[in-house]
């Protein structure tokens, strides 16, 4: 049996050890975690349960929003292993995860042979293990073996809106050597993988599925991956030929052949072998299984043709036969030349939606020119398209596409896009007259005028600026003022973003449907709110394409029209009562919907509060430090005639005085700090406002019994990349008198 163990150690996965302890039974009770509560059927509890888990789902796995992450540890380097958490739902200050449970494999007691229903449970134990016999000899040499083998569970979760990427590593030399990182999202209340592992198989189960559903070879984006099974027990090993001018290397093997405590004989090692581009061109693979030191043939030869384009961003898979691929071409409809690939840092998307519902079909991101999608049918007329490829210096718009090719396995597109320049060369967000007076002055050579962004007035398309620009300039500003439209009573200088719901939200040229309206609006058009009438709540005034005018946000029925942007984020109440106190707390939002909370929110938090701000909810037992909300859809016109620009490099220490100035104790502060400085310190500056009556009147607070002092603070700031004059903020200072409540959060507004 040791010669068993040996060699399956030899195989190279990492295992440990356990107690010497009888085989857990299974409870009657649901298991329960301090974070979680009950957990699912499906979460490991023991060794046997982390060892089929790992078989059926590999590392990670997500079901009922729950993330679970299995990996096997040598028990005498136990230490060596670690784990980190990231990504924004670290930010929030809630447990992303309970402590990893380490399940170490139970030694059971020999059982007594006139003992049945000892010798029945002592063989299940068996058969979960996947021992193959009830040889208890197996134990007997497990128990002094050296190299004894443990899973570590981890359980993790993500809020709605947020994300969360876990890193593991393992000690090697002196250092720690990254050796997995897993992502997660969570947009829409759904919980899902965003990594490699997302399609990327590591179990048996998976490979199958895999395969079966893409063949020996595929292309995921950037990726090639190729199913190897090779049975080294055979004298069988796996040579791989490449040719062409383009080239690919290998950049990970996933192993897929699964945990097992004794070694199937016979069986080959399941692995998917992925591999990234690293020069453009056509490449012919052949991956061949055999003998390479017998004259025989080889037992299997897997042929694929693949083109690496666009500097290595995307690979092509042109192999006779196979299925499901588009390749969509972005021209200039004007000039006819190539649209130029995107910045990394920004989000160029084509969206895809139905014509008859206007509900979203896909969202594909332009990371590159030519974009090649893993489907046959990322076109097609049943299906509206629009564009996001916006800039500075304009945007390009109004997708016209021409189906240039169609087969059965393959779709070439040219999508052909009218570019609109922005004309704002004085980067104030707006094209008005004072872009064409610094464009004149340029022009002119007159000192001190410097454009901010001259392709924003290249409108005569011939990569550079002179007097016919100037006169497109102008006739452009006489040809939109023509229009007209109502002035609005209130002027928003940080308006909120918004986008369209649905096609066809008219522009009008005033706050009402008796104006004429400008034009019709596509679903998922950004707007910005530019002003508001004192009297009348569901118009505001907006600009697209550079026409002004006024849309209706809320249809008659109730329907919104337009959705908002802006993110109550983080809002945490803190309570502070003189003695031991049960406390009722309610909010009533009128300008936002209610998103997260933590405790869940059920027609309020009933709490039982202590001195020392420890909270216990009441509903499931779990105990907080406050308790925690935000809310989207922020309808709310933020206070910004006084407040405060800062640099982004001084954001720590601003924060640092206001906040302890306006009351926020040490600890509250910090944890106001550590969520929302990473958010502003990279900005090159922040308009900052602390919001009053604005805030409080729409996120109405309701605490019962009464609190004798309240304290909420409320940031909203603007990211900016030049300075702003702005009057200073007077602030208020807070005591803390009897039982005292304190409330805190904020918003970013986008520009």
């Known amino acids: 049996m040791k010669k068993r163990l040996i060699a399956f150690l030899t195989s190279g996965l990492m295992l440990t050890a356990a107690a010497n302890i009888p085989p857990a039974m299974a409870a009657d009770v649901p298991a329960e975690d301090p974070i979680f509560g009950v957990l699912p059927d499906w979460v490991p509890q023991d060794f046997a349960d982390a060892m089929l888990f790992y078989n059926e789902y590999g590392k990670s796995h997500v079901e009922d929003n729950i993330i679970c992450l299995v990996r096997p540890m040598l028990q005498f380097k136990e230490d060596d292993y670690q784990f980190s958490v990231g990504g924004s739902m670290t930010c929030i200050n809630t447990p992303a995860n309970s402590i990893p449970k380490i399940c170490e494999l139970d030694i059971p007691e020999k059982p007594d042979k006139s003992d049945e229903a000892a010798v029945a449970a002592y063989e299940e134990y068996c058969d979960r293990l996947g021992l193959g016999s009830y040889d208890y000899d197996f134990f007997e040499a497990y128990a002094s073996c050296k190299t004894q083998y443990a899973f570590e569970v981890e359980l993790f979760r993500v809020f709605e809106g947020y994300d969360l990427s876990v890193v593991w590593s393992e000690k090697s030399g002196d250092d720690q050597k990254v050796t997995e990182t897993f992502r997660f999202e969570n947009k829409n209340g759904v919980t899902t993988e965003t990594d490699i592992y997302s399609w990327l198989p590591d179990s048996k189960p998976e490979y199958k599925a895999f395969e079966k559903e893409y063949g020996k070879t595929s292309v995921h984006g950037n990726y090639l991956a190729y199913c190897a099974d090779v049975n080294a027990s055979t004298g069988a090993s796996l040579t791989v030929e490449q040719t062409g001018d383009g080239q690919i290397k290998e950049y990970m093997q996933s192993g897929c052949s699964g945990f097992h405590l004794v070694p199937i004989d016979g069986s080959g090692a399941s692995s998917v072998i992925v591999y990234e581009s690293s020069a453009d061109g056509d490449i012919d693979m052949t991956w061949k299984v055999g003998r390479t030191w017998s004259e025989e043939e080889p037992f299997e030869i897997t042929s694929g043709s693949y083109a690496v384009m666009n500097d290595c961003s995307a690979i092509l898979d042109c192999t006779p036969g196979r299925e499901g691929t588009s390749v969509i071409t972005f021209v200039d409809k004007d000039t006819g030349e190539l649209i130029p690939e995107p910045d990394p840092s920004d989000r160029f998307y084509l969206l895809k939606t139905t014509i008859q519902s206007h509900q979203t079909g896909e969202i594909y991101d332009i990371t590159s020119n030519p974009l090649t999608v893993d489907s046959v049918y990322a076109y097609s007329t049943g299906w509206t398209y629009s564009i996001n490829m916006a800039s500075d210096a304009g945007r390009y718009d109004a997708p016209e596409f021409e189906m240039t090719l169609q087969t059965y396995d393959r779709a070439e597109v040219i999508c052909r896009v009218k570019w609109y320049p ?15 007076v610094l464009l004149q002055e340029w022009l002119l050579g007159i000192p001190g005028a410097a454009l901010k962004n001259w392709e924003a007035a290249d409108f005569c398309r011939d990569g550079r600026l002179d007097i016919y620009d100037l006169c497109a300039v102008k006739q452009e500003l006489v040809k939109r003022n023509a ?27 005033g706050p009402g449907e008796s104006y004429g309206y400008v034009t019709s609006l596509p679903a998922d058009t950004l707007l910005r709110e530019l002003g508001y009438q004192n009297d009348t709540d569901n118009w505001l005034f907006t600009q697209y394409n550079d026409q002004y005018g006024w849309i209706k946000t809320v249809q008659d029925d109730g329907t919104p029209t337009v959705c908002y942007m802006a993110v109550a984020d983080k809002p945490v109440i803190y309570l502070y009562p003189e003695e031991e106190t049960d406390v009722h707390v309610e909010l009533e939002l009128t300008e936002s919907e209610l998103s997260t909370t933590y405790p869940r929110y059920n027609n309020g938090w009933d709490v039982t509060a202590y001195p020392d701000g420890t909270l216990l909810n009441k509903a499931d037992g779990t105990h907080h430090r406050y308790l925690f909300w935000d809310a989207v859809n922020c309808r709310t016109r933020f206070d910004f005639s006084a407040g405060f620009c800062v640099a982004g490099a001084d954001t720590e220490s601003f924060l640092r005085e206001k906040l302890t100035y306006m009351g926020l104790t040490e600890d509250e502060m910090n944890e106001f700090i550590v969520y929302w ?5 990279h900005n090159a500056y922040n308009l900052i406002a602390f919001q009053g009556d604005v805030y ?12 004798d002092s309240l304290l909420r603070v409320f940031m909203a700031y603007v990211p900016l990349e030049d300075a702003v004059s702005i009057a200073p903020q007077q602030l208020d200072t807070f005591e803390r008198n009897g039982f005292a409540a304190v409330e805190w959060g904020g918003c970013e507004v986008r520009t």
């Open 696 to 707: 409080t009147d729409s996120a109405k607070l309701g605490i019962t019994p009464a609190p």
């Open 422 to 436: 922005s004309g704002d060369v004085n980067g104030d967000s707006a094209f008005s007259v004072s872009d064409a």
């Open 677 to 681: 400085l990473p958010r502003m310190e």
């Open 483 to 509: 229009v007209g439209y109502v002035e609005p009573d209130n002027y928003v200088e940080w308006g909120t973003l918004l986008s369209v719901a649905n096609d066809g939200l008219k522009l009008y040229r």
